[in-house]
């Protein structure tokens, strides 16, 4: 083989060295390029993921227990229940009841006391309370439960209207009274299988003691066990 046999293979070699990757290189980049066109898109879609428990057209029985600690002269402890209706995930009605069982927060000296001398402006007892709400449900998530289970779980705003029952004191005497209120509040739902989830409510009641000229506002804290019927299919 001659000298220019030996330089023309080395070209030879060296072009097929330089011109593959490059051709390579080439063809890569217009590959990313149709690739971008069809996943593109497909980047900017959010990706949501299936709830696990599904909400929509069922109903949740919750029956509950709690504590209103704000008055001056009793604690009262709620004994009741929530039927709830969910139009969709995030939309619903509720239906909430309860009596009030009465603990004498320690001032009963002075109870017996301010109805003696202030038959004017009687003081008033919680007996129960009743009303309905719409609750509409923003937030949802998940937590990790030791590291081994997923937990779902939904945050919730209500608002809502009822009646509430109380006993005026005063004068030596208990007289009924109804009067209607207002209630806000929030909510915590942790759903545990597909029919059994826990609940933690906050909520303030708002109605008019017309003797006291004044607005009373219960705050209330309860807790309570969900039991949901089947989905639809």
């Keep these: 083989m001659t000298s220019r046999s030996v330089l023309r293979a080395v070209v030879v070699a060296l072009t097929l060295c330089v011109g593959i990757p490059a051709s ?4 890569r980049s217009a590959l990313d390029k149709e690739l971008d066109k069809v996943w593109g898109k497909e980047r900017d879609i ?4 299936k709830r696990l428990f599904e909400k929509d057209a069922r ?4 029956p509950y227990f709690g504590f209103i600690p704000n008055d001056e002269f009793f604690n009262y402890y709620p004994l009741g229940g929530r039927i709830n209706y969910f139009f969709t995930e995030t939309i619903g009605v509720e239906a909430f009841g309860a009596y009030t069982i009465p603990q004498d927060s ?3 000296a002075t109870v017996e006391q301010f109805q003696g001398i202030n038959q004017a402006q009687p ?3 919680l007996q ?8 509409w449900a923003p937030i949802h998530g998940k937590i990790s439960a030791f590291s081994q289970k997923l937990i779902h779980f939904d945050g919730a705003l209500t608002l809502g209207f009822g009646a509430l029952g109380t006993k005026k004191l005063g004068g030596g005497t208990e007289k009924s009274k109804i ?3 207002a209630q806000v509040g929030v909510g915590f739902n942790a759903y545990f299988t597909d ?9 303030n009641y708002f109605y008019w003691i017309s003797e006291r000229g004044r607005v009373s506002y219960p705050a209330e804290v309860t807790f309570g066990v969900g039991f949901w019927t089947a989905a639809p299919r």
């Design 24 to 27: 390579y290189g080439d063809d």
């Design 195 to 203: 029919w059994l989830s826990v609940r933690v409510d906050y909520r």
């Design 46 to 49: 959010k990706v949501i993921e």
């Design 59 to 62: 109903w949740e029985f919750t």
């Design 128 to 135: 129960w309370y009743a009303g309905a709400a719409a609750y």
């Design 106 to 108: 320690g001032l009963q």
């Design 179 to 181: 009067d209607p209120m």
């Design 123 to 125: 003081l008033r007892k």
